[in-house]
């Protein structure tokens, strides 16, 4: 659990650690989490339409999926309504903690498969957050921005966590366990990236997130 002082961060993470993981399906991982991959890609994926112009040009424009059309909505609410609709929430926690699941399917942290409704061993937490109280009214149009620093660490966090997966996996083969300081880094990532998440995109929070793995 990420804390800042006492208070723990609004956004949270734990992954249950497994004593035993199958050496079968870690081997064939890929190719098992194809099924749940394309659910979340219909879920997240933008929209594109191509146009043939009179002159015989290819013109393609793009739209964001439903999670850039939130964010942009949240951010409009917040900025012009203060407020923030539970519903709205919900759904991004709700596809947040699917996310989370499938990512930590592929990282090779569970051999549960990704459920879409139950919680298995993979906790999220999300704060709803009271706009008036809590949110700056016009903070939300400038989280992005802010959150560049974050954007540099997590960068290179997410490559040596991809290098960390790779090593596991041999592990795994080898002794069907998930080497524990791995598994912590993996998920360290994982609690990082959702802290950041929550702050700049889902803007359930104003607190800056901790440059911290726990």
Do not use: C, N
């Amino acid at each position: 659990m990420s804390t800042t002082g006492a208070v723990p961060y609004p956004a949270r993470l734990e992954v249950d650690y497994p004593e035993q993981l199958d050496r079968f399906t870690s081997i064939f991982r890929l190719l098992w989490a194809i099924p749940i991959l394309v659910i979340l890609g219909l879920l997240t994926a933008s929209q594109s339409d191509t146009v043939v112009t009179e002159t015989g040009e290819i013109v393609s424009t793009g739209a964001g999926g439903i999670t850039t059309g939130l964010w942009l909505a949240t951010i409009l609410m917040i900025v012009f309504r203060q407020r923030y609709p539970r519903w709205w929430f919900d759904f991004a926690r709700e596809l947040s903690r699917f996310s989370a699941r499938v990512g930590a399917y592929l990282a090779l942290l569970t051999d549960r498969y990704p459920s879409t409704a139950d919680e298995q061993s993979v906790h999220l937490e999300i704060d709803y957050p009271d706009v008036e109280k809590d949110l700056s009214q016009w903070l939300p149009l400038v989280k992005w921005f802010l959150a560049i620093p974050h954007y540099v660490v997590l960068a290179v966090l997410i490559v040596a966590a991809l290098v960390a997966i790779v090593l596991a996996w041999f592990a795994i083969l080898f002794t069907g366990r998930y080497p524990r300081a791995l598994f912590d880094f993996v998920v360290g990532v994982g609690r990082w990236a959702l802290r950041v998440d929550a702050y700049a995109f889902l803007l359930v929070t104003d607190r800056y997130p901790p440059f911290s793995l726990s």
